[in-house]
């Protein structure tokens, strides 16, 4: 028997948008149908998740959060699918939708400010999916999730990504690529011109693809290290994995993270990753010397001796990238993150487990894990020091 599940997921391109994609496609054939519900705000649509948008203009938040939930209700959902960090008004109708409607929250991110979201809604949950062992962990122990209740389903990865057909020019030139959102706050992109920047005596080209708030800040520092450079902008997936095909290395340095797919995708396309060590992360997906090199958060000294000894040892690139493809095609594939969450689905349609009574929508309000919080109100540059070092002090 056919589902038709809604997924709260953001109207503009991001990370969960393009989890969306992947997620309906896999889940369809599976007998589980999946529709986008967002909030239309000022960022640029992306037209390519079906559903139904909220236009935020004008709204009062308990008119935005009366649209939603009639969204939901009139839609003829079975169950629904929370993203935390997505939109509040999203994650708060966990509270207010009934408990015959099967409530599930993905959650894609770690820290103090995902947490807080996730418990504020936790007792209307029916059930939590960590995409990374780090959060599968922290959720039982440190924010009351009962662990019975929280399944750990990684990302997979699939089509168009593969090594089929990658390209080993013999050139003695190390192609470093850096795909994705360009944010210092979480992607450290900022410290790539300081990695690079020692590797004068290496023949290098950097490939950036991706847009973001800091990426002309990246240009001009950039501008500066003596390797030919070139910014590609947003791409297509299928324009991504000719990159990741064309590259020796995939350079991530970053702050903090939820599984980053783009590992996955590098990997299964025998892309070398050069990545931050988070714990429970990264170093899930990647591990240390024998499908990737991992370095400490920040630490770009380790970083740049990372790239210096893969430009160095081709022998040991070319390992890294046979074994980095056989981890994402044994570890990591689409068919079994599609099969555990249908598992999933089918064993809640089952037997699902009590959950806390829906509250009245006539008596809205915004739950307290909700709200901003005092620390959204700090300078950019302490926030993100903040949390930097939150990270390398675990």
Same mark, same amino acid.
């Given at each position: 028997m056919s589902k038709k599940y809604a997924f709260f997921g953001p109207a503009h391109l991001s990370g969960v948008t393009t989890f969306y994609n992947v997620l309906a496609a896999g889940l369809a054939p599976r007998g589980i149908e999946l529709k986008r519900i967002g909030v239309r705000d000022r960022k640029p649509v992306h037209d390519?998740?079906?559903?139904?948008? +909220?236009?935020?203009?004008?709204?009062?938040?308990?008119?935005?959060?009366?649209?939603?939930?009639?969204?939901?209700?009139?839609?003829?959902?079975?169950?629904?699918?929370?993203?935390?960090?997505?939109?509040?008004?999203?994650?708060?109708?966990?509270?207010?939708?009934?408990?015959?409607?099967?409530?599930?929250? +993905?959650?894609?991110?770690?820290?103090n400010g995902m947490?807080?979201?996730?418990?504020?809604?936790?007792?209307?949950?029916?059930?939590? +999916?960590?995409?990374?062992?780090?959060?599968?962990?922290?959720?039982? =122990?440190?924010?009351?999730?009962?662990?019975?209740?929280?399944?750990?389903?990684?990302?997979?990865?699939?089509?168009?990504?593969?090594?089929?057909?990658?390209?080993?020019?013999d050139d003695g030139v190390l192609r470093v690529l850096v795909a994705g959102r360009l944010a210092d706050a979480d992607k450290g992109c900022l410290w790539i011109p300081d990695i690079l920047a020692p590797l004068g005596d290496v023949?290098?080209?950097?490939?950036?693809?991706?847009?973001? =708030?800091?990426?002309?800040?990246?240009?001009?520092r950039l501008a500066r290290i003596p390797h030919k450079v070139s910014f590609t902008g947003p791409v297509s997936q299928d324009v991504l994995a000719g990159l990741y095909r064309r590259s020796d290395v995939l350079l991530f340095p970053s702050r903090t993270e939820g599984f980053a797919l783009v590992?996955?995708?590098?990997?299964?396309? !025998?892309?070398?990753?050069? =990545?931050s060590q988070i714990r429970g992360v990264t170093d899930a997906a990647v591990t240390d010397g024998h499908?990737?090199?991992?370095?400490? +958060? !920040?630490?770009?000294?380790s970083a740049t001796a990372a790239l210096r000894r893969l430009a160095q040892d081709r022998p040991l690139l070319h390992r890294l990238s046979a074994a980095a493809a056989a981890t994402a095609a044994t570890r990591f594939t689409l068919e079994r993150q599609m099969d555990a969450y249908a598992a999933l689905l089918d064993r809640l349609d089952a037997a699902r487990p009590p959950v806390a009574p829906a509250l009245d929508m006539a008596r809205w309000n915004m739950a307290a894990g909700l709200r901003p919080r005092l620390r959204s109100r700090l300078p950019q540059p302490v926030k993100v020091w903040l949390r930097t070092a939150a990270e390398k002090w675990r």
């Open positions: 390519s998740g079906a559903g139904t948008l +909220i236009d935020r203009a004008g709204l009062t938040d308990r008119q935005l959060a009366g649209a939603l939930y009639r969204a939901v209700m009139d839609g003829g959902y079975d169950g629904v699918f929370f993203n935390i960090l997505v939109e509040p008004h999203t994650a708060n109708l966990a509270r207010y939708l009934p408990e015959s409607m099967t409530k599930v929250l +993905i959650l894609h991110g770690i820290g947490y807080t979201w996730a418990r504020a809604i936790r007792d209307w949950l029916h059930h939590t +999916i960590a995409i990374a062992p780090r959060m599968h962990e922290d959720l039982p =122990a440190d924010w009351g999730f009962d662990a019975a209740r929280v399944s750990l389903i990684p990302h997979g990865v699939g089509a168009p990504f593969a090594a089929e057909g990658r390209e080993r020019p023949t290098l080209e950097l490939t950036v693809a991706g847009d973001g =708030a800091d990426r002309a800040a990246l240009e001009r590992l996955l995708e590098a990997m299964a396309s !025998g892309c070398v990753p050069v =990545a499908d990737g090199l991992l370095f400490p +958060i !920040g630490q770009t000294a």
